[in-house]
């Protein structure tokens, strides 16, 4: 990994991530109390919208243990109760993650997946996984909706920062990828942010200053570039793989040799 990629937040930047947390769960249990419980969702991992809430229950009751201790803990203690009201469960669980994260200071050391760093890796964190799941959520009643965008750019675009800077890594060093048939770039369209990845999964983030001249055209040749535009949200549910461009033609636009898209959608980016 190299360039500008942000491997971590600031602590001083976890508050604004603990309030998008809350908002995030929040808009998440208004939502789900309003879908049925079996209705299908653009997931293969928990296909029903009422998985899909005891998933993000579970993993919020889980990082709220870890908040509040500073150490590892065993998710499988925080499955929902088979007898509870599944709604309340969840809004309850959500409210303690963002009670704790605002509450603990987010530079006091603590667990993390990614070894020791500071309780702000939650915040991050958490906020990026209710993201997710929102807009899982949301695919019961829309084929491919808009990003949720609680916290605004920054956080959407930090959210691809920490796809490559935390789970790409891991997947690197455990088990490798398959390299890419030519570099990608990824270039929003609405704010300046861009991202290059090399045939050999080396990401860079260009300078916002830069980003505006990334992505503008496919150069011709052998090693010239795949370049994916669309709208910032729009690249994070790509990079996500919840939007194919080859299916939201007037959302996104490819510049140059297709294969690499196809490429990047078949590689287990995220274990």
């Known amino acids: 990994m190299s360039g500008t990629l942000r ?3 600031e602590p001083d930047a976890a508050p604004a991530f603990a309030r998008a947390t809350r908002a995030m769960s929040e808009a998440f249990a208004a939502e789900a109390a309003a879908i049925d419980p079996g209705a299908s969702v653009a997931s293969s991992i928990w296909p029903t919208a009422g ?3 005891d998933h993000l229950g579970q993993i919020q009751r889980w990082a709220t243990q870890v908040v509040r201790t500073g150490e590892a803990a ?3 203690e925080h499955v929902r109760p088979g007898a509870s009201d599944r709604i309340a469960w969840y809004a309850e669980g959500a409210k303690a993650l963002a ?3 605002e509450a603990t200071d987010p530079a006091r050391p603590c667990w993390t997946f990614a070894g020791e760093g500071p309780t702000a890796f939650w915040s991050r964190r958490m906020a990026h996984e209710a993201r997710k799941h929102l807009w899982d959520l949301r695919s019961a009643v829309a084929p491919v909706p808009r990003a949720p965008d609680q916290g605004g750019p920054a956080m959407l675009a930090d959210a691809i920062d920490e ?3 935390v789970f790409l890594t891991r997947t690197l060093r455990s088990t490798g990828l398959d390299p890419l048939p030519r570099a990608l770039v990824l270039r929003s369209t609405d704010v300046p942010a861009a991202w290059t990845i090399t045939p050999d999964w ?5 300078p916002t200053a830069d980003a505006p ?8 040749g052998p090693d010239a570039p795949t370049i994916v535009r669309a ?22 636009r490819i510049l140059g040799d297709p294969a690499t898209v196809t490429a990047y959608l078949s590689s287990p980016v995220h274990p």
Request: aromatic residues 8%; without cysteine.
């Open 163 to 165: 796809l490559y800077a």
């Open 74 to 76: 065993d998710r499988r």
């Open 213 to 220: 001249a990334i992505g503008e055209a496919a150069g011709e």
């Open 51 to 53: 998985e899909l809430v």
């Open 231 to 252: 709208a910032l949200g729009d690249v994070l549910l790509f990079v996500w793989e919840r939007a194919r461009p080859s299916s939201l033609p007037d959302r996104f």
């Open 202 to 206: 080396t990401v860079t983030r260009h």
């Open 99 to 101: 009670d704790v994260l």
């Open 7 to 9: 491997r971590g937040i």
